[in-house]
């Protein structure tokens, strides 16, 4: 699957989201003969509702002894860690709306992004506390920011709110009224009368610090576009630094959130290209890709200790380390169309219908999960309570015990 180039008015903005997810489907169903077969446990499988019509792509969140679900229905359901029962189910958009790539629990409230509203959810009863639309996106056509595909953030107390158009949005968690917002405005490159459209991909705090993500067009079509990795003020939303990505034209873009590594900040491009930019001053330590590059990538990366997970639309699965990015293995057989999952022992690369699981040392393929229907997909990453491993398909809500 290529990544479709985002054209440069809204509506077929957000159907690029749509691209991706279709042209993942499209591929679903495939099988492995060399694949270990007997060695995941399920625990529990539950459907949820509109499974297998419409697809969600929030990665489930772990709350205590509650896992949180989106459906493709439009609900958010947390559920019983334990046996998939669930405790309450609170419907927050039309079905498929649920486009956030993530949730937060912030203030005893679940948070999820929509296409355009970040809706908080009370942990303990399911009720709505707010509804918040990010500003007007900069195509200056009174809609909001766009917040399908991004990754919302949080420091516990507020929300960080990453929108098209590129905006960043501090939102309190307890009311959901805003204390700033940052707006990336015109850049050098910008030469028509009005600011070239961007966007904000995701953001993660760190201390007094809000990292973010994201992308600016350089024509007014938005044929070629470069990537952008800044670092604000978490208390004022004030500019600290921001970082131009020396990508070719077009495909610089990165489309998901940065992942800290320690005192590193890592960024992937769509191109394949993970950036590792220092917190304090946005000074680019080092960068690799894969010299077997074949397609645009989507997933986030992963980090245990000095260790990066990282897939690069090379087929492979690579361990990098975090000091200066030499590869420590690569393995087939599979890329990543959703974010990885690395735990104590294992990594967990969701392609399509599959679910490949590898050792975390060595890269071995120790089992590979699949979905129960052919043309079925994993829509979300998976997260982990403990051994037990959640995730989501088209089909419904999945646990099953981490393989030994």
Known sequence: MRTPTTPGNRGKAVSRWFLILVGTLSLAGCRSSNAPRDAIRELWFQAQPASGLTFTWARPEVAGAVVVFGSPGGQVIAREATTGAPR?????????????????????????????????????TGRIRWRFRPPLDTLLDGLPGNVAGTDLATDGTDLYVSAWGASVSAVSA???????????????????????RSGAAGAVVSGDTVFVAGWHFTNPKGGTKEGLILALNRVTGAELWKLVLAEPSGIGEIARRPVL???????????????????????????????AYLYGTLAAPAVVGNI???????????????????????VPPLGATKDLLATDRRVYVPRDGRLNIHDRETGALIATGRVKTEGGAFTTAATALGDQIFITSSEGAWSFREPK
């Open 308 to 330: 990066i997970y990282a897939t690069m639309g090379d087929e492979q699965l690579t361990a990098l380390r975090v000091d200066n990015g030499s590869v420590l293995w690569s």
């Open 174 to 196: 307890s009311t959901g009224s805003t204390r700033w917002v940052w707006r990336l405005g015109r850049l050098s490159s910008d030469t028509a009368a009005v600011t070239f």
């Open 261 to 291: 590594a320690g005192d590193l900040l890592l960024g992937m491009t769509i191109a394949g290209s993970l950036y590792a930019v220092r917190r304090s001053t946005g000074e680019v330590a080092w960068k690799y890709r894969s010299p």
């Open 88 to 124: 309450w189910v609170t419907a927050v958009s039309r079905a498929g709306g649920i486009l956030g790539r993530n949730f937060v629990i912030a203030d005893g409230a679940v948070v999820v992004a929509t296409e355009s509203e970040v809706v908080a959810v009370e942990l303990s």
